[in-house]
């Protein structure tokens, strides 16, 4: 028997030394060297005597030191019979398996997980831009991640290329999209896991990294840009005094709203009938997201070309807003002097840039606005996320006084200019 054998043996039939042993793997493991200690303290009796029979010390010296080290350990080996014999081999060789340090454990499941995305690309190639990302391991995949050695995750690979060439050529509602694709209208729906793929999926293949959106009309807009509707019907903005083409042609309807100073509640369905829109006259459209607000300006300024978008921004009132900036014309937009209120204004603003203006949103429309509503410590909280420098007069006051003002006390002077607008 060679000396390994012989060490391993002696050590496997000295009982006491497994449990020191098992630890002295873990270090190694953990190190990927011999180096560092290992705890004694909850070791029995007989396995200390066992451990200071080795050292040739007595059983209260051992438990005095509480750790053991594995350079002393193997230091000591080169003193006995087993001369020659490492700790590494001695430790392969008592439990019968090669030591795998945590970096070589590491090294190996990313070597497997490479092979893994090689052969999902070679399985569905239509996803090889998405594998690749995934790859990466963003903070945004590591659900994705760990759905990879799922049963599922294969399944939904096959839905999501079936999907993705399946796209619409012209716009469809997602719901028949689901049902023409996979044979069920609830297949991509948000709540669903293959619905949460599919938007990321879409997102990344619009080009973009990082989370995907969250908010609906986020989702919507996205969705759009690859002909999927959600919702074309509820999803509506208000209008007045504008006019729509469709192919150069004037819409009717539009056309008709107009010559009548009708109101239109536009949903999406209708919006992508028509690529133009423009106002009645002039190149300045005025923009509110109060109901109230908007049919009060309509009351005194009847030909005001204004859109109203009803709180938060719908991708109804986003598709119109585009389409008159791609019109040539200059927003105008009104908002509620609370932290919601600049929120939603500085968002409108990052969008559209040198195409919008604020609208009865400086200071002293803030002061005019007789502020009276206290706001909450977590509302004032929100103030700190408006950067938009045109809006900060208003974010300093507001954090000051504490409290909130909105646009029904200014419209009066909101009618004033409208009509000098209208009369110039």
């Known amino acids: 028997m060679n000396p390994l054998d012989e060490a391993a043996q002696y050590f496997k039939t000295s009982t006491g030394f497994l449990r020191l042993f098992t630890q002295f793997r873990k270090k190694y493991a953990s190190l990927g060297k011999v180096g560092g200690s290992v705890s004694i303290q909850a070791f029995k009796e007989e396995e200390l005597e066992a451990i200071a029979r080795f050292f ?52 190996q499941i990313e070597k497997e997980r490479a092979e893994r995305f090689r052969e999902l690309a070679l399985m569905y190639p239509s996803l090889k831009f998405w594998f690749t990302y995934l790859e990466r391991r963003t903070a945004d995949t590591h659900w994705i991640n760990r759905m990879l050695e799922t049963d599922d995750f294969h399944l939904f690979c096959a ?15 997602l719901p028949m999209f689901g049902q023409r694709i996979l044979g069920n209208p609830h297949a991509f729906d948000r709540t669903t896991d293959l619905g949460r793929l599919w938007i990321h999926v879409l997102h990344i293949k619009r080009g973009q990294g990082g989370p995907p959106p969250s908010d609906t ?58 690529n133009r ?64 209120g600049l929120q939603m204004a500085a968002r409108l603003k990052e969008r559209y840039g040198d195409k919008l203006d604020y609208w009865c949103m400086d200071l002293e429309s803030y002061v005019a606005s ?22 900060q007069d208003v974010v300093e006051e507001m954090k000051k006084r504490g409290r909130a003002g909105y646009q029904e006390a200014l419209v009066e002077k909101m009618v004033v200019q409208l009509k000098y607008r209208r009369d110039r």
């Open 370 to 391: 007789n502020p009276s509503v206290m706001l909450a410590e977590e509302r004032l909280v929100k103030l700190g996320r408006v950067t938009d420098m045109e809006l």
């Open 217 to 274: 009309e986020r989702v919507n807009d996205l969705l759009l840009e690859f002909k999927l509707l959600r919702d074309d019907i509820t999803n509506f903005v208000t209008c007045a005094n504008l006019v729509a083409e469709q192919d150069d042609t004037r819409h009717p309807m539009w056309q008709g709203a107009m010559e009548t100073y009708s109101v239109l509640n536009v949903p999406m369905r209708e919006l992508l009938r028509v």
């Open 159 to 173: 839905q999501l290329t079936q999907a993705l060439e399946g796209l619409p050529l012209d716009y469809e509602r």
């Open 56 to 107: 040739g010390e007595d059983v209260s010296t051992i438990r005095l030191k509480k750790t053991i080290t594995l350079r002393a350990f193997e230091k000591k080996l080169q003193t006995t019979k087993f001369e020659g014999v490492t700790l590494v081999e001695l430790l392969e060789t008592y439990f019968g398996e090669s030591l795998v340090t945590k970096q070589e454990v590491l090294a």
């Open 277 to 340: 829109v423009r106002p009645r006259r002039g190149d300045t459209v005025w923009i509110v997201e109060n109901s109230g607000i908007f049919s009060s300006l309509l009351d005194d300024v009847s030909d005001a070309p204004i859109v109203c978008t009803h709180g938060q921004f719908k991708l109804a009132a986003y598709r119109l807003l585009d389409m008159l900036v791609a019109s040539g014309c200059q927003l105008k937009y009104a908002g509620d002097f609370d932290p919601e």
